[in-house]
């Protein structure tokens, strides 16, 4: 079982295993296991938003902002934001953030991963920590909120606490991803596909 978020600009893995979590960082998409679970839009949309998107906004309530519109693939795979920005306001009727822009090259490695067969699957810690919590937990960037996805993970692994290091906040991520088996991760709205065939979904357990 296997967890991926972005760590440094690296990525982060978190393996699930009969001791507990286990971490690391790998450069590139190809060391990711077939069917891991990554914190990285799968499936962009044509000129719309992903229902998937929608669903994990709603499913937030306030903590909404966590989760960013998909840009369209014209926009994700455009040259600067300028013409990212224009792509995406004249095809789908809303802008993108730059912090969207900044993940693009992620994006993009995921997407041509998929499209050339790598078996991966899309998921959000935010949505998944939601649900393990009942509701919406506080901002991983404060203190409450750490102590909230340790605890929430300390079921899984009691020494989670001592396997987080300066990326403590993208392991946790990671590990809550790598729950997606043991949890029966289900998709959170009803699947769509995109103009290439991949499947826009964003998975997490049951509610």
Not at 13 to 29: I, N, Q, S, W, Y
Not at 166 to 191: G, S, V, W, Y
Request: hydrophobic share 35%; net charge positive.
């Amino acid at each position: 079982m296997t967890g991926v978020d972005i760590a440094s600009g690296k990525w982060c893995v978190a393996h699930l295993e009969k001791d507990g979590f286990r971490f690391e960082a790998v450069p590139g998409t190809d060391r990711f296991p077939s069917g891991a679970v990554v914190d990285i839009p799968i499936g962009l949309p044509k000129n719309s938003r992903r229902r998937c998107d929608t669903a994990a906004k709603d499913l937030l309530g306030r903590r909404h902002s966590t989760v960013f519109l998909t840009p369209i693939r014209e926009a994700v795979y455009a040259e600067g934001y300028a013409q990212a920005n224009r792509f995406n306001k004249e095809k789908a009727g809303y802008g993108i953030s730059k912090q969207s822009l900044n993940l693009t090259p992620k994006m993009t490695e995921v997407d041509r991963a998929v499209r050339n067969g790598k078996h991966l699957k899309e998921s959000h810690p935010e949505v998944v920590f939601a649900r393990l919590n009942g509701k919406p937990v506080p901002s991983k960037y404060t203190q409450e909120g750490l102590e909230t996805r340790r605890k929430l993970l300390e079921e899984f692994d009691t020494d989670i606490r001592t396997k987080l290091d300066d990326n403590k906040d993208d392991r946790l991520d990671a590990a809550a991803l790598a729950l997606h088996e043991k949890l029966d991760f289900r998709p959170i709205a009803e699947p769509e596909q995109d103009s290439k065939g991949i499947k826009m979904q964003i998975l997490a357990p049951r509610g």
